[in-house]
């Protein structure tokens, strides 16, 4: 017995045919169970069609109205509920073009018993935009009839366009490379991979070419198991995209995303969205939006996606730690640790990062070296925010001055390599300082292991949707 996934190529899970379909398949003499994915409205690259589409019509786009127009209802109840889904991709577009007005229009199928008094209100509406100042555009998000290239939806849908001054786009939905990378990435979400077919993409903050290479090298063990790319920065959408088509170019179907943050929640929003993971603005943080004030756009791609981040949230840190403090300390009695990080602007969020430091301590107090140290403590510099950035930086320079006065103070650089800003914050005080950061062998084992642990759930195999 073999359970099957249907993939409706339909927009709306409203469509009359579809709906037709879903009723008369299970009549088919079939020992197995069928399931249903979603319908294409569902994904944001079908989004993406819309997007392109209304951009290769746009001139002025705060001069102009877009209707979004459907095909094939059949009675006001499927009318409505294709309405909500080509609403879907009217929301979509206004993220990232903000159009005068955009509008949805449904028109029915020719058979169906309303269709002529629907389908004048239908006209009516585009009408109304048409005769409004500035541009009319309208983008066929529809898969309409076509027997050939004069008997088809769009042929018809071009001539009556033309004669009340709408732009019309030149394709419906087919054709477009967005269609084939949806398909397959539906497939993909229900066939579980072979580990050859697992990819990762590994993003570092990235700094200059001495830190990357630290990162490389830290990274470097992994490559004899899996394919990586590495994306340096901070959630940048095209260093993302770069690296996502690369492992789909060697044949990679599904990817672990690795934020090689601190914390498990740095740019996680943000890459969620880029990645498709999420289709909410809202979960964006910071207003939903980058720090351009647009929202960045979304991957194209086939592949599923398990993401993982956090390393400082891992007790093996405190191996690291304890390492970079025997390297600098001579004289643990005569000498306090200050193990600095780089913070968080929030008040409450610095504190759960520096409760991390400190069950960091914790364990290094229980080694025998640690335990003769005079103190061992967590700061963070806060160092983006100029305005929490003066208080902690002032706090911290007190204490290692107070520390020095009466024995050695050692600055560990509590962050992934080098040590940033420290030595122009810290000018002019007598301490030690260990740069070397947490990139080390430790890390490369909690890499591998995160990365195993996400490949697993890539490659395990997912349940038949039901219907």
């Given at each position: ?33 069928i ?6 409205a ?26 979004i127009?459907?095909?094939?209802a ?8 294709m ?94 490379p ?61 260093i ?30 943000r ?27 979304q ?20 191996r ?91 600055l560990i ?29 430790v ?25």
């Amino acid at each position: 017995m073999t359970n099957l996934i249907a993939i409706p190529l339909f927009l709306s899970s409203a469509d009359p045919i579809l709906a037709n379909v879903m009723a008369s398949l299970p009549s088919y003499d079939y020992s197995g169970s069928i399931g249903w994915a979603q319908p294409m409205a569902d994904s944001y690259l079908i989004g993406q069609i819309i997007l392109d589409r209304a951009a290769a019509l746009s001139r002025q786009p705060s001069d102009e109205g877009v209707l979004i127009v459907g095909f094939g209802a059949t009675d006001q109840n499927n009318e409505r509920a294709m309405q909500g889904d080509l609403k879907k991709l009217a929301d979509y577009l206004g993220r990232y073009h903000h159009f005068r007005e955009t509008q949805q229009v449904v028109y029915y199928d020719r058979a169906a018993p309303e269709a002529e008094e629907r389908n004048r209100v239908a006209d009516s509406l585009i009408t109304h935009m048409a005769a409004k100042k500035g541009r009319a555009l309208a983008v066929m998000a529809s898969l309409g009839p076509k027997f050939d290239h004069g008997m088809s939806l769009m042929s018809r849908m071009k001539t009556q366009f033309r004669e009340i001054d709408v732009v019309l786009s030149d394709e419906e939905l087919l054709p477009h490379p967005n269609v084939l990378r949806w398909l397959k990435k539906t497939a993909n979400a229900y066939q579980p991979a072979a580990a050859s077919e697992v990819g990762v993409v590994i993003m570092p903050h990235g700094a200059n070419q001495v830190w990357n290479d630290a990162v490389e090298q830290m990274v470097a063990p992994l490559r004899a198991t899996y394919a990586i790319e590495m994306a340096f920065g901070m959630g940048d959408a095209r260093i993302l995209q770069e690296a996502v088509s690369n492992l789909e170019a060697r044949h990679m179907r599904k990817i672990v995303f690795v934020r090689l943050y601190a914390l498990t929640r740095h740019l996680k929003e943000r890459t969620d969205y880029i990645l498709g993971l999420t289709d909410s603005p809202t979960a964006m943080g910071h207003g939903g939006h980058d720090t351009t004030g647009t929202y960045p756009p979304q991957v194209r791609t086939a592949a599923q996606f398990e993401t993982v981040g956090g390393y400082e949230e891992t007790s093996d840190v405190a191996r690291i730690l304890h390492e970079r403090i025997v390297e600098i300390s001579t004289a643990p009695a005569d000498e306090t640790v200050f193990l600095v990080a780089h913070g968080e602007k929030l008040d409450e969020d610095d504190a759960k990062w520096r409760a991390l430091i400190n069950a960091h301590i914790e364990t290094l107090k229980q080694d025998p070296h640690c335990a003769q140290l005079k103190a061992i403590r967590a700061a963070t510099v806060r160092e983006d925010w100029p305005d929490k950035r003066d208080k902690a930086v002032k706090d911290i320079r007190d204490m290692i001055e107070t520390a020095s006065q009466t024995g050695r103070a050692l600055l560990i650089a509590d962050r992934l390599h080098g040590s940033g800003p420290y030595p122009k914050l810290f000018q002019g005080l007598d301490y030690t300082l260990n740069d070397k950061g947490l990139a080390h062998p430790v890390l490369t084992g909690w890499l591998r292991t995160a990365i195993d642990r996400a490949a697993a759930t890539l490659t395990a195999p997912r349940a038949t949707p039901s219907r």
